[in-house]
């Protein structure tokens, strides 16, 4: 069956670090652009993060920059967010995401729409 | 950043309706949007991609219209089941958007 599931989601005190998994199956994974979507609590769909095939081009939401790394292993068909110096705001459930296609120039990456969806991890700060 | 404006915030409908939701890009994003359904304990679901295009698998019933700035997503005939939060989300570039999201029920 071809899915994404989703772990490492907890309760964390502000501050704290996190290591969300991805593990993928069913699909070649290493074909695929990957990408971490969330939704907090009362709200809607917010991009975090998204990393190509290779795992060399990486881009993240301007409110995680510096604090959440994205990275794959592409041999244990696997996808990570590292999530460090947590705060509040990042409470949400993360949804990892399959993109359709990767598009890729020296100035220009895309990776389509997101065709495949796992079913999410609960992160909660607070202390 | 280019944003995404999506209305309404919520809406009721009764079993057989047309409903119609809209999303404004803030700039030309040409076809690069697709529309998702998301239902409460569930992974989102892909209905539409490329502005218009019916994600396989997917009902008949839905679908998408519109290029540039301005696009629509429409249920033909509302079902019991299309109970759900609908985002629109533009793709042509990094970093992607989501609209706010419709809240769908039915009267």
């Known amino acids: 069956e071809v899915q994404l599931l989703e772990s490492g989601g907890r309760l964390v005190q502000p501050g704290g670090s996190l290591r969300l998994s991805c593990a993928a199956s069913g699909f070649t994974f290493s074909s695929y652009p990957m990408t971490w979507v969330r939704r907090a609590p009362g709200k809607g769909l917010a991009w975090v993060a998204t990393?190509?095939?290779?795992?060399?081009?990486?881009s993240l939401a301007d409110s995680v920059k510096g604090r959440f790394t994205i990275s794959r292993d592409n041999s244990k068909n696997s996808l990570y967010l590292q999530m460090n110096s947590l705060r509040s705001d990042d409470s949400a459930t993360y949804f990892c995401a399959r993109g359709r296609r990767q598009v890729r120039t020296a100035v220009f990456f895309e990776t389509g729409n997101f065709d495949l969806w796992g079913l999410g991890t609960l992160v909660t700060v607070s202390s | 950043d280019i944003q995404m404006t999506q209305s309404p915030s919520s809406l009721s409908a009764s079993v057989g309706d047309r409903v119609t939701i809209t999303c404004q890009a803030s700039h030309d994003i040409v076809n690069y949007l697709s529309w998702y359904q998301h239902k409460p304990g569930k992974a989102p679901k892909l209905l539409i991609f490329d502005a218009s295009n019916l994600e396989a698998g997917v009902p008949s019933r839905f679908s998408g219209n519109g290029s540039g700035t301005d696009f629509t997503f429409t249920i033909s005939s509302l079902q019991p089941e299309d109970v759900a939060t609908y985002y629109c989300?533009?793709?042509?570039?990094?970093?992607?958007?989501f609209g706010q999201g419709t809240k769908l029920g039915i009267k």
């Open positions: 990393i190509s095939i290779s795992g060399d081009f990486t």
């Open positions: 989300h533009r793709y042509d570039l990094l970093p992607y958007t």
